[in-house]
């Protein structure tokens, strides 16, 4: 499984942004897909992620502003990020999750005035 991420890039507080990452390799459709993110000196950790069902799930700081969604045909993840705050500031990674976990490379989301 491939992954190519694309969108980022500084927005001003209270602004919006999309994320999108298509993924490549047979088995992309039973594979839960999501985002990650990462602030330097700190642990990765999941934003949102959604299963081969289409069952979602958030982190708590992002609950309300951020949406993930799947299109099965194009084998695309995307995750639309409303209300972004600078505490929302970090490298953003897509990943497919199956008997291992493939990552993206990663892309820079800068939320400030």
């Known amino acids: 499984v491939q992954l190519q991420a694309s969108g980022g890039g500084l927005v001003q507080p209270g602004g919006s942004l999309r994320l999108s990452c298509a993924a490549f390799g047979s088995a992309v459709r039973i594979a839960a897909l999501g985002w990650s993110r990462q602030v330097l000196g700190k642990e990765r950790e999941m934003v949102a992620d959604?299963?081969?069902?289409?069952?979602?799930k958030y982190a708590d700081s992002v609950k309300g502003r951020f949406t993930i969604s799947r299109d099965y045909a194009k084998n695309t993840v995307s995750l639309q990020m409303n209300s972004l705050i600078p505490e929302d500031t970090a490298v953003y990674y897509c990943?497919?999750?199956?008997?291992?976990?493939?990552w993206g490379h990663g892309t820079q989301v800068t939320v400030s005035s």
């Open positions: 959604i299963a081969a069902t289409g069952r979602t």
């Open positions: 990943y497919a999750k199956l008997a291992k976990d493939y």
